[in-house]
């Protein structure tokens, strides 16, 4: 069964400078989230995308933006970036008849 | 704001001893209660969503179940492929669907052969 899709899944850059992770959903997903989790750490919840939409905020860096594209895949950026922002980022997606989400297997960032 | 406690932070069991993890939680109207496993270095995996208090499911060797105040997962007979992290988290009802969840850190589960 086709699962999310993140690229890369890995990622190294260095301090100030940008990164954009990408996120396929499954097929026929309309809702995309992510989540940030340092080692350790639980995933905590950054921003989700229903139909194209924000729909929810969590705790964004104002230095982050995302959005979702007309094919629902969804693109998290990430500019001036600090050492703490090494971490792994998840992309999930679900569709308005599921309450759950499947998780993609994550995009490792470790900034220098 | 929502909260997620879940005890104990590690696990360690022989295989074929049950035990069960908590997770206690404070949240602004539960729209769900949901456990996922986490294995080193991959995205959480959905086991269950619960809905209501008295509200049980199982699957395989797990079960869980939810009151007003917490949720368990029971782990009966387990084997060594059951060791993961096993990750609580809730989701606030807000009416506008598409929330994020609020997790607990996490209990670490090792299961010895």
């Known amino acids: 069964a086709a699962g999310v899709i993140q690229s890369p899944r890995h990622l190294i850059k260095e301090k100030r400078e940008t990164a954009t992770l990408k996120c396929y959903p499954i097929?026929?997903?309309?809702?995309v989230y992510w989540y940030q989790q340092g080692p350790g750490q639980d995933p905590q919840f950054l921003i989700s995308?229903?139909?194209?939409?924000?729909?929810d905020k969590g705790s964004i860096p104002d230095r982050f933006s995302a959005q979702q594209f007309s094919d629902y895949h969804s693109e998290l950026n990430m500019s001036s970036l600090e050492l703490g922002d090494s971490a792994l980022y998840f992309c999930?997606?679900?569709?308005?008849?599921?309450?759950?989400?499947?998780f993609g297997q994550g995009t490792r960032l470790t900034v220098v | 704001e929502d909260q997620v406690t879940q005890s104990p932070e590690a696990l360690r069991l022989q295989e074929g001893e049950s035990s069960s993890l908590n997770c206690s939680y404070t949240?602004?109207?539960?729209?769900?209660l949901f456990w996922y496993r986490q294995d080193p270095g991959k995205g959480p995996e959905f086991l269950f969503t619960?809905?209501?208090a008295g509200e049980e499911k199982e699957k395989e060797r797990l079960k869980a179940t939810l009151t007003k105040k917490e949720s368990f997962l029971h782990i009966t007979a387990p084997k060594p492929e059951d060791s993961a992290t096993y990750l609580c988290?809730?989701?606030?009802?807000?009416?506008?669907?598409?929330?994020?969840?609020?997790f607990g850190k996490g209990t670490h589960l090792i299961i010895q052969p």
């Open positions: 999930a997606s679900s569709d308005r008849t599921a309450d759950w989400a499947f």
């Open positions: 097929p026929r997903h309309d809702t």
């Open positions: 995308f229903y139909e194209k939409m924000q729909s």
């Open positions: 949240v602004s109207g539960l729209r769900g």
């Open positions: 619960l809905y209501s």
């Open positions: 988290a809730v989701q606030a009802y807000s009416g506008g669907g598409a929330d994020g969840l609020t």
